[in-house]
């Protein structure tokens, strides 16, 4: 290695640790829209099948040094290798982190069972992480990963996007001018799983005596990671995997994350007081198609005391009563509602939110909007600029990840309320429901400790 990368090196090591005010932020230098080659990160991803989430988030960093990608199927990621082919190419995580020392930063976008254990081991080598969502699989892993963070000083981002989003922005603003004065209970929903109620009939085939031949280009035991071995069966591998307990995190994981940014960023919240589940998953290999959970949060500034939260997947609209509110042709697959005092809130995940009624509140002033795209703020944090602008590090992200992996929990355990003590992070009435806070790691496999 130069002494210029070397040095370049150092400056970023230092960055993390030096205030702001005393480094010129990229965006500045050269004046707008100019880059300077010095000045671009190296950056690595694993997990990048094409129109995967890695190949989205490489996208999104495409002016940055690509300099590594790494995949457990080759055939599945050779579009996003030839994208770019200045950029070494691995199957195995471990051995690009080992082998390639010029990486500054890595973006992990796998399926979730795999989130934890690369992202720990690419913060103990203090690397800067872009993960997608969920942060983890479990509630300990999420855990470890933040005080892994906050011990090695990196920069961090998961990739829930619309928490950058200006839709995400203007709630904000509308709740701090108490537009519907404090909430008292908020719905959220989506209408997936991918998939469908296929999905609970999975477990079924696969337990079937039949054994699909692994595909060529696929290393069928990294892929597996951190989870139980099991033969490969194509309802894991590539879609299906979000359908398992060892592999995913149902619906809640997959799109929870995004349609809970809306009460975390504009009501303040942490994680919940308790939690209970209205379904359980229909065996001990798949999760539900059809979620239904309900949260007790404790209050913030912008609540009526202690805050309802219900959870709902699987085509499920918002709350019936509410549905006159909408007006006609409003179409909210996803989203989230929040009953104030004196209206509604909707927001639609990707859409402008909406103040209800309507004709009560015409006269509401538009947003204050300041974009700054996600990816765009991970990149800038690390290279020395506004901090402020992170809006997912694992600080955030951490325990919003924990609640919705609460929520899981409790959808394998009794329909009672599990009662959860945050600071000795365990569920204080049910033992059995601590037994899925953490998982046994396969042999060979595990998330170290900070």
């Given amino acids: 290695m130069n002494k210029e990368n070397n040095s370049r090196r150092g400056f970023l090591k230092k960055s993390i640790i030096i205030p702001p005010l005393f480094i010129v932020p ?47 199927d080759f ?22 982190l080992d082998k390639q020392k ?75 001018d108490d537009a519907i004065g404090p909430v008292r209970e908020l719905y959220a929903w989506t209408d997936r799983p991918i998939g469908g109620n296929a999905w609970d009939t999975f477990a079924v085939k696969a337990k079937s ?16 990671g951190p989870a139980q071995y099991r033969d490969y069966h194509p309802d894991y591998h590539p879609l299906s995997w979000r359908a398992w307990l060892d592999f995913g995190t149902g619906s809640m994981g ?49 609540t009526d005391g202690d805050l309802k939260v219900f959870w709902s997947s699987g085509g499920e609209r918002a709350p019936r009563e509410l549905s006159s509110l909408v007006p006609d042709g409003v179409k909210y697959r996803y989203g989230c509602l929040l009953k104030g005092e004196n209206g509604v809130l909707l927001l639609r ?34 290279l020395g600029g506004d901090r402020s602008r992170l809006l997912s590090p694992v600080d ?20 009672g309320w599990l009662e959860w003590d945050a600071k000795k992070a365990q569920v204080t009435n049910d033992d059995a429901a601590n037994e899925n806070i953490r998982r046994t790691y396969r042999a060979g496999w595990k998330i170290m400790g900070a």
């Avoid at 950056?43 to 040094?65: D, F, P, T, Y």
């Fill in 349 to 382: 995940h990707g859409s402008s939110p909406m103040v209800l009624p309507e004709k009560k509140f015409a006269g509401i002033g538009p947003a204050k909007l300041e974009s700054f795209g996600h990816h765009n703020a991970f990149i800038d944090a690390i």
């Fill in 26 to 72: 990229r965006h500045v230098l050269g004046g707008k829209g100019f880059t300077s080659p010095s000045d671009k990160l190296n950056i690595a991803a694993v997990g990048v099948r094409k129109w995967g989430m890695g190949s989205n988030n490489l996208h999104q960093c495409r002016n940055e040094n690509i300099v590594a990608l790494c995949d457990v």
């Fill in 102 to 176: 010029d990486i500054d930063a890595v973006i992990v976008a796998t399926p979730d069972h795999n989130h934890a254990v690369i992202t720990m081991k690419a913060i103990k080598m203090s690397k800067h992480v872009y993960c997608q969502k969920p942060l983890t699989h479990t509630v300990y892993e999420a855990r470890e990963i933040t005080k892994a963070a906050k011990k090695y000083n990196v920069q961090t981002q998961m990739g829930n996007q619309g928490r950058s989003s200006d839709e995400i922005r203007k709630l904000k603003e509308w709740i701090d």
């Fill in 254 to 302: 997959d799109m929870g994350c995004h349609i809970f940014n809306a009460m975390y960023r504009g009501l303040g919240l942490t994680v919940p007081k308790k939690v209970r589940s209205q379904t359980a998953v229909p065996n001990e290999h798949n999760w539900t198609s059809n979620e239904r959970v309900e949260f007790e949060f404790p209050g913030t500034p912008f």
């Fill in 209 to 224: 005596k039949e054994k699909p031949p692994i595909p060529e280009g696929l290393d069928w035991d990294l892929w597996l």
């Fill in 75 to 96: 055939n599945q990621s050779k579009p996003t290798f030839d994208k770019y082919p200045k950029a070494k190419v691995y199957k195995d995580y471990r051995v690009m």
């Fill in 396 to 415: 955030f992200a951490a325990p919003m990840t924990e609640s919705i992996l609460l929520g899981n929990v409790a959808m394998q355990h009794t329909p």
